[in-house]
DNA sequence: CAGAGACTCGAGGAG
DNA sequence: CGAGTCTCTG
């Protein structure tokens, strides 16, 4: 038996063309991961030594996964293979060789969180039109710019001519002077700086060329311009180049992912072998003919179309809302019927969404039927406060240059330092150049700081103190040393809230994180535990085995798969999103129909579309209309669901097929009818749909609609003498029976 | 300096 | 609607 011998033909070649560049488009399901970890074995029975392989992919549960599936077939050696994303392989080649191209090697990782930290003092020292140069407006031209490896200077030289641009220079400028003077890199520098390392130093890139001679590149069509020149540089010289992608599921053009990258992969290496991967394993032909259906309206893409062995299944769920709760309503009554009714699992299903804000409400009506369920987005664990507190404690302590952790905690808990004093210090170390954590050190000598001096030198010994142990302690117990000292956690007991209970789980959450840390890794140090940190992304911590239903964004899902999938919010100005329809650029709604075609191919067994005829988004209800991606589904793939009547009724799903409805040839021709209106306030209804009412004059009747109207509801109700009437709430008087 | 209350403004997705 | 910022007061 050989390794080939289970897979098919396409699969079969990419992994014995182990030699010279190839380029795998693989559709979704296609058992890429497969193609992938086989070719790696093959390549170590071909005697490739395991550290001369290098497999790169974009989070680190797909490195987990497959190293875990490589560990499975090769065996001994495995542990040589490098299998890890772009960011971390990056520091690791960064914490080696950084200092070459004058930085220190115990440079901190800043997030988005620490970037926006750093650019509001930028612009604040700049003192630019702050409607003009918004925090976020500003950092998101920069990250593109490094993303396109374009640095400072030349930025500056190209921006010569535009107002704007030059005075974005300025800021980008300032904005890496400070995280050089704070020994600090945000995620872009990580990729950026490293060929720029390459670049300036062949001497180095050479011994990475010696050491990676065969290089694999899961997700390519998600690579931005700096990614694919890391690996061009590295594969240059022997050229054993195997990039895996597929241009329909490139759904990270806004993170500056280039998709000529792996269009015009071919151009870029000669003699690139190309194979296709076009049978899918996963979705019934429905689902599967579905997303083909839907992602064949966009023009930009190589022309392919996946097809199956599978079984037709079940027609495509479609089922529409009065509103968000509804449509809540609806999928968590669904679920439930079917692990009830079906006895599947909880784990078989997904809800999936456009924007994190979605939700919350999916949330509340799970909790009400009890449904256990994971939520991946939202705030993050390491973006909560006392999460990041606590980190930032141990930030400074590793590395005190960093102005924005010391500048967190300095006051946290309270010391009596307040922003008078901050700005001062902040004065203070422009002035002599120098951290803002030395001018605490000497505080008492400087005039202006003499009132605040003796609270400023308290902290700065304290921290000083902690360094110390940093050599003696485990992250653990520096932790817990960090805690004793401030108080951290006694505070928080003193609250007794909810909040605050929850807060000090968070943090023994924290503590358990670095106690698996220390048990994981060969040589655990303070360092490391900060890169992990740094470097984990919400996706990672999803656990597959766990009996209950996960909820994420659909670009989350990129990646995963499962028997349910529930697709909501399916609606013009959600998604495709109200900006992508905006922003005059067809390109844009094309990603957000990849990212379409990406949730469709989630599912295994059945595709759950909802939508809901209004929304509240930011206090404001939306009325869209339904999504033209469900529109482009075929409708002989579809039937349209109705709530299984709920309340008073027989609580059965009662399914019907749907009628004809209009099939939009061509698009282009949609138009967004998506409008806002004031929600009504001082109204509170204390009936709902079907409820029964009192009316004066009309007396009995039941309530079949109710419509927001300026600032009223307007109230159709039903009396069986009078027939419909339509009652505005809040004059009606309506009172429920 | 700290806390309370008023006020403004903004949410797309992620390593 | 809700998070974050600003302003006022003790």
Redesign the pocket.
């Known amino acids: 038996m050989h390794l080939v011998d289970h897979l098919n033909p396409m699969q079969k070649e990419g992994v014995l063309q182990s030699k010279g560049p190839v380029l795998l488009l693989a559709g979704a399901g296609s058992g890429k991961t497969r193609v992938l970890t086989h070719r790696i074995a093959y390549l170590i029975e071909q005697g490739v030594a395991p550290w001369n392989i290098m497999a790169i992919t974009?989070?680190n549960k797909a490195s987990k996964e497959m190293r875990e599936r490589v560990d499975a077939l090769v065996g001994q050696g495995s542990e040589d293979i490098w299998v890890s994303?772009?960011?971390s392989s990056c520091v690791r080649i960064l914490r080696r060789d950084i200092e070459k191209i004058g930085y220190d090697k115990n440079f901190v990782i800043y997030d988005?969180d620490d970037q926006e930290k750093v650019m509001r003092e930028c612009l604040k020292e700049l003192d630019f039109n702050e409607k003009l140069f918004?925090p976020?407006g500003v950092m998101g031209e920069i990250?593109a710019q490094k993303n396109e490896l374009i640095s400072v200077g030349e930025y500056t030289k190209r921006a010569a001519i535009d107002f704007r641009m030059s005075q974005i220079a300025k800021i980008y400028a300032l904005y890496q002077k400070k995280l050089h003077s704070n020994n600090a890199l945000d995620?872009?520098d990580l990729i950026f700086k490293t060929v720029e390392l390459f670049t300036l130093r062949p001497d180095v890139l050479t011994v990475y060329q010696e050491k990676f001679r065969y290089i694999m590149v899961d997700e390519y069509q998600d690579t931005n311009t700096a990614q694919y020149q890391l690996v061009k540089l590295l594969a240059s010289k022997y050229q054993n180049l195997c990039v895996v992608g597929d241009d329909d599921q490139s759904i990270y053009?806004?993170?500056g992912a280039n998709i000529r990258n792996i269009l015009d992969f071919e151009k870029d290496f000669k003699n690139t072998k190309v194979i296709k991967l076009e049978q899918n394993y996963r979705s019934t032909k429905t689902i599967l003919e579905a997303a083909n259906a839907v992602i064949q309206n966009n023009i930009s893409r190589k022309p392919k179309a996946l097809w199956t062995e599978n079984e037709e299944g079940k027609s495509i769920r479609i089922f529409k809302g009065m509103n968000e709760y509804e449509e809540a309503q609806y999928a968590a009554e669904e679920i439930v019927r079917q692990v009830e009714e079906e006895g599947r699992e909880y784990k078989d299903f997904a809800i999936l969404y456009?924007?994190?804000?979605q939700s919350r409400v999916l949330e509340e009506h799970l909790l009400r039927k009890t449904i256990p369920y994971r939520l991946l987005?939202g705030v993050r664990f390491y973006e909560r406060k006392e999460i990041k507190d606590i980190m930032s404690y141990l930030k400074a302590i590793y590395n005190p240059a960093d102005d924005i952790a010391v500048k967190r905690i300095i006051?946290i808990p309270?010391?009596?330092?307040?922003?008078?004093?901050i700005d001062k210090v902040m004065k203070q170390a422009a002035a002599t150049e120098s951290n803002f954590f030395d001018v605490l050190t000497y505080s008492d000598e400087i005039p202006d700081l003499q009132r605040?001096a003796k609270k400023l030198k308290e902290f700065s010994k304290m921290l000083i103190t902690l360094q110390v142990r940093v050599e003696t302690m485990s992250v653990v117990d520096l932790i817990e040393e960090i805690l004793n000292i401030t108080g951290y956690v006694r505070e928080l007991e003193l609250e007794n809230t909810e909040e605050a209970r929850g807060r000090i789980d968070n943090i023994k959450e924290l503590i358990s994180k670095a106690a698996d840390y220390k048990k994981r890794v060969d040589e655990p140090s303070l360092t490391g535990f900060l890169e992990e940190v740094s470097?984990v992304?919400?996706?990672d911590n999803y656990q597959e085995n766990a009996n209950s239903i996960v909820l994420m964004?659909l670009?989350?899902a990129k990646g995963l798969e499962f028997p349910y999938v529930f697709m909501t919010g399916l609606e013009e100005g959600i998604f495709p999103?109200y900006?992508?329809m905006t922003s005059g650029e067809e390109k844009?709604v094309e990603?957000?129909r990849r990212l379409c075609y990406v949730g469709i191919t989630r599912a295994r067994e059945v595709l759950y579309i909802t939508h809901a005829q209004s929304r509240m988004?930011?206090?404001m209800t939306q009325y869209n209309s339904p999504s033209r991606f469900i529109r482009e589904i075929p409708e002989h793939f579809v039937e349209e669901t109705k709530k299984p009547v709920v309340e008073k009724s027989v609580p059965k799903a009662n399914t019907t097929t749907r009628k004809a409805l209009p099939v939009q040839a061509r698009k282009f021709v949609q138009n967004a009818n998506t409008f806002t209106m004031p929600t009504p306030k001082n109204v509170v209804l204390n009936f709902g749909q079907g409820d029964a009412v009192q009316h004066k004059k009309f007396g009995v009747g039941t309530v079949q609609a109710i419509q927001p109207a300026g600032a009223d509801y307007e109230v159709t109700v039903f009396f069986p003498q009078s027939g419909a009437k339509k009652l505005m709430a809040q004059f009606s008087n309506l009172k429920s029976v």
């Not at 456009?354 to 804000?357: E, K, P, Q």
């Not at 309270?414 to 004093?421: A, E, F, L, N, S």
């Open positions: 974009f989070t994303t772009f960011h988005m918004t976020k990250s995620f872009d053009g806004w993170r456009r924007t994190n804000a987005g006051n309270k010391r009596g330092i307040g922003d008078t004093t605040s470097l992304a919400d996706i964004t670009h989350s999103s900006r992508s844009d990603e957000e988004l930011r206090g």
